[in-house]
């Protein structure tokens, strides 16, 4: 079933936090997101509900770079592990112990972002450590 969103003004005013361009409302598997129109260029994104109602709540300055610090490594991780999106978004949202309405970078607070940062390289290590058992050359 697909919803219609309810407040269609909001999509025109909002710009890419990212680069500034406007910014599309879609649906994928895992919900409803603002996503960059300059994407795949651009690769900003903003957390939605179903109905295109904005997660996020306003954000200072630092919040929103630690936001984009765990976003960028969170990517990073999945696309560098061959993961769908999908399967990396429930793999957050198990280790956050969050429903995945919840489970959005773009709606976390500076200590979640740590945490997404903190996964993202213990799974990192874990992974060299596997490929490299003497684990001499990691660090
Ligand atoms: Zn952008």
């Known amino acids: 079933m697909k919803q219609q969103p309810l407040f269609k003004d909001k999509i025109y005013n909002l710009k890419c936090p990212k680069c500034g361009s406007k910014m599309v409302l879609k649906n994928s598997k895992t919900g409803t997101f603002y996503g960059c129109s300059k994407f795949p ?4 994104s903003r957390g939605a ?4 109602r904005l997660y996020d709540k306003p954000a200072n300055k630092l919040t929103k ?5 765990a976003h960028d ?3 990073m991780w999945w696309r560098y592990k061959g993961l769908s999106r999908n399967v990396a978004y429930q793999r957050l949202q198990s280790f956050m112990n969050m429903p995945p ?3 959005h970078i773009g709606n976390f607070d500076i200590a979640k972002c740590k945490k997404v ?3 993202c390289s213990m799974r ?3 992974e060299l450590c596997l490929i490299d058992p003497s684990g001499i050359n990691i660090f």
């Open 41 to 44: 260029k651009c690769k900003g």
């Open 49 to 52: 509900d179903r109905y295109g």
């Open 65 to 69: 770079a630690w936001r984009m610090l």
């Open 73 to 75: 490594k969170f990517d």
């Open 101 to 103: 309405d919840k489970a």
């Open 117 to 119: 940062i903190e996964y």
């Open 124 to 126: 990192e290590v874990i």
